[in-house]
C-alpha cells in the first residue's frame, strides 16, 4: 500500500467532498502542500466543505495542522466545514491542534467602548493581583500548619539545616551588612551637615542620624538586601530542586517539602535579620559619628553625649520589632515564588526576579503600616 500522501475530489459543486488517504505525516511535508494549497482556495459557489480521513494511514503533528489550516480558510468565510472518518487514535491529537489558536483577534477598541475596555482592563489587572497573591497565602498557610506541627512533634524539626541556612543568611552576611550600613550612616550624616550647617543646626544631625537608624534606615537597608541575597538565593535553590524534581522525591518518600526545606529558611532569616539589624544599625551610628567627627568638626563626646539625649529605648525598639515580621514576608515570598518554577531555566530566573521585586515591595509596604501604627500608639 502506497505511503504517499493524497486528497481526492469526490464530489463539487456547492457540497465539496474530498477523500483523504496516504502518510499525512512531516516527511511528507511538500507533498501535503501541494494537495492542501488548491483547496484553501473557496469558489464562489462553495456552501460546505467535508473531508473524509478514513483511508489515512498515518497521521502526526503536521498533518493535523495542515488539515486544521484547510478547514479554518473555509470557516473564516463563514461556510460549514468538517471531518469524517478519522481514526479514534488520532482525534485527540486533532483536537489539541484544533485548540491551538482558537482564540479570535481582540477588536480594535473603539472611543465608545472606551469605559468598557477600562473596566474590562481594571478586572483583568485584580484577577492578576489575586493568582499573584495565592501562592504567597497558600505557602503562609502551609508554613503555619507545619510550624504547629513540629511543636507538637520537636523530632521533625531539623536543627541541622536551620543553624546551616543561619550561618550563610546571618554569620556570612555581617561583612556587607557593616559596610553598606556604614556607608548609609555616611553619607546620612554628611548630608545633614552640609544643609544644616548653614542654619548653625549642625548639632541635630545626630538626632536625625540616630532617630532615622534606628527607627527606619538601619532595618529597612538589611531587609532589602536580605532579600536580594538571601531570598533570591533561597527561590534558585528550591526552583533547581524543582526542576528536578526533588521536591517530588521528598513527598514520594512520605516527606512534608515545607517541614523539610521552608521551615528551616524560614526560621534561620526570622533569627539572623534583628541580629543584621542590630549590627547594621550600629554600623551606621558609628559611620555617622566618623563623618561628624572629621567633615562636621563634632569630637565623639559631643556625638555620643547627644546621642543619648535624642534616642530612647522606644526608638530602638521600634526597629528591632520590625525585623522579625520584614524577615518572615522575604522567607515566604522567596519559597513560595521558588516552588513556582517550572522546568526551564527562563522560568527560573524570572521566578527569581520576581521574589526579589516582590520581597523589596512588601518590605517597604510593611514598613509603611508599622510606621502607621507606632504613630498611633505613640511610640
Known sequence: MSSEPLLSVKAGGEYVELAAGGFWTASHAASLETLIAPHTQVSACARSLSIDMTGVQAFDTFGAWLLEKLLRSWRGKGLEANIVGLAEHYKGLFREVERTNSAPLEKRKSRLTQPLWWMESLGRRVEKLAYTLVPFLNMAGAFGLALVRTFTQPKSFRGTSTVHHLDRVGWQAVPIILLISFLIGCIIAQQGIFHFRQYGADIYVVDMVGVLVLREIGVLIVCIMVAGRSGSAYTAELGAMKMREEVDALRTMGFNPVTVLIIPRVLALVIAVPILTFLGSMAALYGGGLVAWQYGGMSPDIFITRLQQ??????????????????????????????????????????????????????????????????????
Open 310 to 379: 535624642a534616642i530612647s529605648i522606644t526608638h530602638f525598639s521600634v526597629g528591632m520589632i520590625k525585623a522579625p515580621f520584614m524577615a518572615l514576608i522575604i522567607g515566604l515570598v522567596s519559597c513560595s515564588e521558588g516552588l513556582l518554577v517550572k522546568g526551564s531555566a527562563e522560568s527560573l530566573g524570572s521566578r527569581t526576579t520576581i521574589s526579589v521585586v516582590k520581597s523589596i515591595f512588601l518590605v517597604i509596604v510593611m514598613d509603611g503600616v508599622f510606621a502607621i501604627f507606632f504613630a498611633s500608639v505613640g511610640m
